[in-house]
C-alpha cells in the first residue's frame, strides 16, 4: 500500500500536465422577412412575406497533455421556413455560411432538408496538434484563421467572414495537415496540404490545396503576410499589409486567381482591399471597407458564392457604439459604387447576465441595384427580427 501511494505521489505532475476545457454557445433567432418585388417579378421568387426561425449552436472541447493536443467542435443548426417547401433562395442569405466544411475529404456530417425545415449536423473541427519550440503539427479538420477583413476578406479563401450576416459564433473547417515554423520572432510560415472531394458523384479523386501562408512583422509597426499555392485547381497568391497606428489601423490586401488548371472555361480573377480601423473614443469604433471582386461570368447568378452579398465594387462603412456598459449598437451601410445598390444592416445588443445576451437586427436593402447583369441583387429581402444567446 505504501508503495502504490510513493508511486502515485511520483506521477503527480505527470498528471498535473493534463488539461482539458469544454465551452460553447447556443441561439435562437427569429425573423420576419419581406420579398423584393423585381425578385418575385423577374426571378420566380413567388413570395411575398415569411417568417424565418433558426436555432444553432457549438460544442467545442480541447484537450492537451504536455505539447499534444486535441480539438473538436461540433456544429448544429436547424431551421425552419414554408420558403423551403417552394425551394426559394432567400434562404442561402439566412443561413450563411451555408458551408460549413470547404475543403471536405473526412465528411462527418449530416444534413437532412425536408418539408418545410433543414437540419445540419456537423464536426466541423477535429484536430490532433503536437507544438515544438521551433514549430507546430497538425491534422485532421481545422479552421485556418488570418487576415483583417471582416467584410471582404479575399487572402483567405478557407474562412469566409460573416461580418454582415446575423450568424455569428461560426467557422469553417477544412481537412488536411499544416505545419508551421517559427523562422524568428517576427517570421512565421505555415504550409497546408488540404483535400477535397465531393460527397455527391464522387469519383475516388481528390482535388488537392497545397498553400503557405507567412506573417512577417518588419517594424513595430508594420506587418506582411503573403499567400501563394495551388488550390481549386487555380494558382493563387497575394498578399496584405497593415500599419498600427496609436488608436488606428491601416490595411490592404491584393489577391490574385489563375484560370483552371484543367480543360474547362474559366476566367482569372483579381480581388483588393483597402481597410481603416479605429478606436474613435472609448465607446465608440469605426470600420471603413472598400473593395473590388471581378464577378464570375460563368457563375450561376441566382447564386450568393463566397461573400453574403453580391457586390463587385463596394464601399462599407461600420460603426460600434456603447450606449450603456449593457447596450451597444451597430449599424453598417454597405454599397455597390458599379450598380447604386445600398444595404444597411442595424444591431442592438443587450446584455441580461455575464453569459446571456440579446439581439435586435433589421436588414434593410435602401437601394436598389441598376446593373441587368447583377441580378443577384434582386433577390436580398428585407427582414427584421431577434436573438436570444446564451455561453458557457
Excluded: C
Aim: negative net charge; glycine residues 8%.
Amino acid at each position: 500500500m505504501k508503495l502504490l501511494f510513493i508511486a502515485f505521489i511520483l506521477s503527480a505532475p505527470a498528471f498535473a500536465q493534463f488539461e482539458h476545457d469544454l465551452s460553447g454557445n447556443i441561439e435562437a433567432q427569429g425573423r420576419h422577412s419581406q420579398n423584393n418585388e423585381a425578385s418575385r417579378e423577374e426571378l420566380f421568387q413567388d413570395w411575398n412575406r415569411d417568417d424565418f426561425y433558426l436555432m444553432y449552436g457549438n460544442l467545442n472541447g480541447k484537450a492537451s497533455y504536455n505539447n499534444i493536443r486535441l480539438e473538436s467542435n461540433w456544429f448544429a443548426r436547424h431551421s425552419k421556413s414554408s420558403l423551403y417547401e417552394g425551394g426559394f433562395l432567400a434562404t442561402q442569405a439566412y443561413t450563411f455560411p451555408n458551408r460549413l466544411v470547404v475543403r471536405d475529404m473526412f465528411r462527418m456530417q449530416h444534413i437532412k432538408q425536408e418539408d418545410d425545415y433543414k437540419t445540419e449536423s456537423i464536426l466541423n473541427k477535429l484536430l490532433l496538434g503536437v507544438d515544438f519550440e521551433e514549430s507546430r503539427f497538425v491534422f485532421g479538420r481545422m479552421y485556418i484563421n488570418y487576415g483583417l477583413g471582416e467584410i471582404f476578406n479575399p487572402i483567405n479563401p478557407f474562412n469566409q467572414p460573416t461580418g454582415l450576416t446575423a450568424i455569428s459564433q461560426v467557422a469553417q473547417g477544412n481537412d488536411g495537415g499544416s505545419v508551421t515554423y517559427f523562422a524568428s520572432d517576427k517570421h512565421t510560415v505555415d504550409l497546408y496540404v488540404l483535400g477535397d472531394k465531393s460527397i455527391n458523384n464522387y469519383d475516388g479523386s481528390i482535388d488537392r490545396t497545397i498553400w503557405v501562408h507567412g506573417e512577417v512583422q518588419a517594424t513595430e509597426d508594420l506587418n506582411i503576410d503573403y499567400v501563394f499555392g495551388d488550390d481549386q485547381k487555380r494558382y493563387k497568391g497575394g498578399g496584405q499589409v497593415s500599419y498600427q497606428f496609436e488608436e488606428a489601423m491601416l490595411f490592404s490586401q491584393i489577391f490574385y486567381q489563375s484560370h483552371t488548371t484543367h480543360d474547362e472555361i474559366s476566367q482569372n480573377f483579381w480581388d483588393a482591399l483597402l481597410g481603416y480601423d479605429e478606436q474613435l473614443t472609448n465607446k465608440w469604433h469605426l470600420r471603413l471597407e472598400t473593395g473590388y471582386q471581378k464577378k464570375n461570368r460563368f457563375q450561376n447568378p441566382l447564386v450568393f458564392g463566397d461573400r453574403f452579398l453580391p457586390t463587385e465594387y463596394f464601399v462599407a462603412l461600420a460603426n460600434q457604439y456603447e450606449i450603456h456598459p449593457l447596450i451597444e449598437i451597430n449599424g453598417t451601410i454597405i454599397n455597390d459604387v458599379k450598380t447604386g445598390f445600398t444595404y444597411f444592416i442595424t444591431k442592438g445588443i443587450f446584455s441580461l447576465g455575464s453569459n446571456v445576451e440579446a439581439e435586435v437586427f433589421a436588414f434593410l436593402p435602401v437601394a436598389k441595384g441598376s446593373d441587368p447583369e447583377n441580378i443577384s441583387q434582386k433577390l436580398v429581402t428585407t427582414d427584421v427580427g431577434m436573438a436570444l444567446r446564451a455561453f458557457f
